[in-house]
């Protein structure tokens, strides 16, 4: 379908889905923050789960860091779960490397510096 800037469009799809799923929404997010304290960081959590189905479903979550009396700070990332296995799908050493870069500088910048003990 063409597509220009000229409004909006109606699509209708009519899809019929059928799968088991071995893996409940609670339980993947535990897996993915798990992995994320160990992995990433202790401060990084995973958000809700979302169900993208494919040939192999998973839930999808994004995540983001949370700093003690700031909470919620920014969103790094997404982190998936095989919805029939439990396995996190690992992130690659550069995607761990660039968040852990990011959460650092958040963290530098929206925490007070701490004083020398004297």
């Known amino acids: 379908?063409?597509?220009?800037?000229?409004?909006?469009?109606t699509l209708k799809a009519v899809v019929n889905l059928e799968?088991?799923?071995?893996?409940?929404p609670h339980s993947a997010?535990?897996?993915?923050?798990?992995?994320?304290?160990?992995y990433v960081a202790m401060s990084i959590?995973?958000?809700?789960?979302?169900?993208v189905?494919?040939?192999?479903?998973?839930?999808?979550?994004?995540f983001g860091l949370s700093l003690r009396g700031l909470g919620?700070?920014?969103t790094l990332g997404t982190v998936e779960v095989d919805a029939?296995?439990?396995?996190v799908i690992p992130l690659s050493v550069d995607e761990i490397t660039h968040v852990q870069e990011r959460a650092n500088a958040l963290a530098l910048r929206l925490t007070p510096a701490?004083?020398?003990?004297?």
Do not use: C, F
């Not at 799968?19 to 409940?24: I, Q």
């Not at 959590?45 to 169900?51: H, M, R, S, V």
């Open 19 to 24: 799968g088991t799923l071995s893996v409940s």
């Open 29 to 38: 997010r535990q897996k993915a923050n798990g992995y994320l304290g160990r």
């Open 114 to 118: 701490a004083e020398a003990a004297v």
């Open 45 to 51: 959590q995973a958000d809700e789960p979302i169900l």
């Open 72 to 74: 919620r700070v920014a």
């Open 84 to 87: 029939q296995t439990r396995e």
């Open 1 to 9: 379908m063409e597509w220009n800037d000229d409004g909006p469009r």
């Open 53 to 62: 189905w494919r040939k192999h479903p998973v839930w999808r979550m994004q």
